[in-house]
């Protein structure tokens, strides 16, 4: 309860000292504009998912990870949909990938991403010799 308090505190005064800067009609549109793109978001998550089960089949995250980017993306497109200026730029920091690795890690960031081209090519590459070929073509005339 202290922490929704903590936080409805800090929304007030970021959302009075934006909107006092701004002005009333630019907040209304903020908050539209907010809304339509969490909406959108939601409705295009098919797709960041498809590419969350892309990297989980190509060794790059785990499912722990897979399970925790979903959740940050879902919950940021419902805050960018809350109306507010605090919910807004915690809903937009959660759609990037890299501040949502960087929460799943726990600040230690690590890319173990293995594509199918980087495989084949070092399974193709045991088999070679590598060797120096230096050329004595003498040409006289």
């Known amino acids: 309860m202290i922490y929704f308090l903590i936080y409805l505190f800090f ?12 002005g009333g009609l630019a907040t209304f549109f903020e908050i539209i504009l907010s809304a339509v793109f969490g909406i959108a978001i939601l409705m295009n998550f098919k797709s960041t998912l498809r590419e969350n089960i892309t990297a989980v089949s190509y060794s790059c995250i785990d499912l722990k990870q897979f399970q925790s ?7 940021g497109a419902v805050l960018l949909i809350a109306p507010g200026f605090l919910t807004d730029i915690v809903g937009i920091l959660l759609q990037f990938s890299v501040f949502t690795t960087m929460f799943v890690n726990r600040y230690n960031v690590k890319s173990k991403c293995k594509t199918d081209y980087e495989k084949n090519s070092r399974e193709k590459d045991i088999d070679v010799i590598d ?11």
């Open 131 to 141: 060797v120096e070929i230096i050329s004595d073509n003498t040409y006289t005339k």
């Open 11 to 22: 929304e007030v005064l970021i959302f009075v000292n934006i909107s006092s800067a701004i």
């Open 69 to 75: 980017l979903n959740l940050f993306t879902i919950f």
